[in-house]
Structure formats: C-alpha cells, structure tokens
C-alpha cells in the first residue's frame, strides 16, 4: 500500500527556520517525483515543487523559487521542504504528493500526504 | 498556464447532475501523444485532495462513475451525473502540461 506521511503540526515565529518531512512508503521511493502543495487560510491549492529522488531533479513555482527548498533522501524514502526565515505569510497547510509521470517529466498527484499545518505568529 | 473554473461555487440537489468547467490560458494537448495533460481533485473538509480524473478524462481506480470528464485542448468539464451527499467538497482542476503546474481557483459544490 502506498502511503505518504508527513511530519506533525509546528508553530514558529516570524525568521526562524523550518523543515517539514514527507516519508514514503510502499513503491520505489527513487522512481517517482514528489511534491509539495500548499493551502493557505481559506484559498485554493498552489503547486510549489517537485523533487525526483532517483536523480535530485528540482523543479519549482516561481511563485516559490528563492523562498523555500525542497530535498530528498532516498536512503530513508523521505522528501523535505525547508524555510531559512518564516514569515507570517506562510501559514498555511502544507501537502506532499506523489506523482506519476516519466523522470524527465512529472504529471498528475496520485497519491497525497495528511498534510502539515504550519503556523507563524510571534 | 492560468487555470480558470466557473462556476466558483455551486448548490445541486440530490440525485441532480452538477457540472464544475475549467478553462486553460493555452492547450493542454499535447498531439504527441494525443492526450490532454489535465486531472481534476476533490477535497473535502479535515482531508488532503484525492484524484478523481486524469488525462482529461480517465477515471482512477475506486472513484464512482458518477464522476466524469470531458473537454479538450483548453475548454473542460467535471460532470457529477447524480450528486450525493457525500460528494459535497471543493473541486480542482490541474494542468501538467507546463511547469509550473497550476490549479484551478476551486469550486465549493454543495447541496440545495
């Protein structure tokens, strides 16, 4: 059975650093890409990135290049998205998903994570 | 690729057809292959989005077919033939034809 967990609830303050984990099981955790969704408050859905861990191939949002990263370590089948400086703007719900596709191109999310709420607040 | 659904929310009674439309800035065809790279979610309340539809109009395994899709190139369609009261969520259509991939803006079904 696929499934795809994540990291629990975390509530930061404005400029600390975060990384949320997604660990995948049940399929070759390097043969399919991995993504990160977030939704805001009350808004739709935002695709920010995906991550190929057979290769490391990074793909993001411009909307979110710059702003977080996303990694992988296919030793332990998990997928990370990290922020060096939160801001109160990035409340939100965070979801990975896997995705299926071709390694050099991703396509549609098949399988979801439960989601990480991300709370920032001083 | 901007992605644009209508209506942005909508009430059907039980038992009635609700139709949900996604239209893309540009195609989605990919003449390849001759598939449209579009899928459509649902997400309800407390819950991550679970696929319903890929390739504009193949139905993942497990989901009733009450639900199907339609549409090519830029113009789609999300088509419940006989809503159920389990069926009340919001409703996304995806691109994947162009990195980045974009969403549409959602559609909050509900019952009348």
């Known amino acids: 059975e696929v499934q795809l967990v994540q990291s629990g609830a975390e509530v930061k303050k404005p400029g600390e650093s975060l990384k949320i984990s997604c660990k995948g099981s049940g399929y070759s955790f390097t043969s399919y890409w991995i993504g990160w969704v977030r939704r805001m408050p009350g808004k739709g859905l935002e695709w920010m990135g995906v991550i190929y861990p057979g290769d490391s191939d990074t793909r993001y949002s411009p909307s979110f290049q710059g702003q977080v990263t996303i990694s992988a370590d296919k030793s332990i089948s998990t997928a990370y998205l990290q922020w060096s400086s939160l801001k109160a703007s990035d409340t939100a719900m965070y979801y990975c998903?896997?995705?299926?596709?071709?390694?050099?191109?991703?396509?549609?999310?098949?399988?979801w994570g439960q989601g990480t709420l991300v709370t920032v607040a001083s | 690729i901007v992605m644009t659904q209508s209506p942005d929310s909508l009430a059907v009674s039980l038992g009635e057809r609700a139709t949900i439309n996604c239209k893309s800035s540009q195609s989605v065809f990919y003449s390849s292959n001759n598939k449209n790279y579009l899928a459509w979610y649902q997400q309800k309340p407390g819950q991550p989005p679970k696929l319903l539809i890929y390739?504009?109009?193949a139905r993942e395994f497990g989901v009733p077919d009450r639900f199907s899709g339609s549409g090519s190139g830029t113009d789609f369609t999300l088509t419940i033939s006989s809503l159920q009261a389990e069926d009340v969520a919001v409703y996304y259509c995806q691109q994947y034809y162009t990195t980045p991939d974009t969403f549409g803006q959602g559609t909050k079904l509900e019952i009348k």
């Open positions: 998903a896997r995705l299926t596709g071709t390694s050099a191109w991703p396509y549609y999310f098949d399988y």
């Open positions: 390739w504009a109009s």
